[in-house]
């Protein structure tokens, strides 16, 4: 008669969990590849979100500033102001000064720059590329720069930032007005 403590002895023949008949995938591998698949799908939804080019328009942020007078043209470049007498700022046409809304901006998605124009008569240019992960922004609204794929948020004056993950402030882009011309510099 055997009790409860006794054990009968059998060799052991136990396989690995991972490890399955010859030519077949464990359970264990088929969840664990399926967990690493589903990964490499998610990041790279993430990575095609991140790199989208939305044109979209609307009001814009901060950076390389100008301020129109006469017919004098007037460029800002982090910090410093050049004027040439006449116009004279050569480069691409973004549009007219009365295109950009006072308070708010403008993006020129193809030029990759948002003008904005702060107070009246002030204008600042800045890449649209957020310095989060490389989307475009794609709307400026409530004073603010907004990029769609995290949330990122950047002030229309001087594009630092105010929301979301983004780590510094969008880059000044070079932009100039002459008479009432808006022209992203080359």
């Known amino acids: 008669m055997t009790s409860a403590n006794d054990v009968e002895s059998t060799p052991a ?3 690995p969990a991972d490890v399955a008949d010859e030519g077949q995938v464990s359970r264990r591998n088929m969840i664990r590849n399926a967990a690493i698949a589903g990964g490499v799908v998610a990041a790279g939804i993430g990575l095609a979100a991140c790199g989208s080019n939305n044109t ?3 009001t814009s942020g901060s950076g390389t500033g100008a301020t129109t007078g006469g017919g004098a043209s007037t460029t800002t470049d982090a910090g410093s102001t050049t004027t040439t007498a006449g116009g004279g700022a050569t480069g691409t046409a973004l549009g007219s000064t009365s295109s950009i809304p006072v308070g708010g901006g403008a993006i020129f998605a193809d030029q990759k720059v948002v003008v904005t124009q702060p107070v009246a ?3 600042k240019g800045f890449s649209t590329t957020c310095t989060h992960l ?4 794609n709307k400026v609204a409530d004073g603010l720069i907004q990029c ?3 949330g990122s948020r950047y ?3 001087d594009a630092s930032v105010k929301a979301g993950p983004a780590p510094k402030p969008l880059p000044a882009a070079k932009i100039a007005v002459n008479g009432t011309q808006i022209m992203l510099e080359t």
Do not use: E
């Not at 490389?134 to 922004?137: A, E, F, K, L, T």
């Open 155 to 157: 002030s229309i004056v």
């Open 13 to 15: 023949t136990a396989v």
């Open 56 to 58: 979209s328009s609307g």
């Open 148 to 150: 769609p794929c995290h």
């Open 134 to 137: 490389g989307c475009q922004v």
């Open 121 to 123: 008569g002030t204008f």
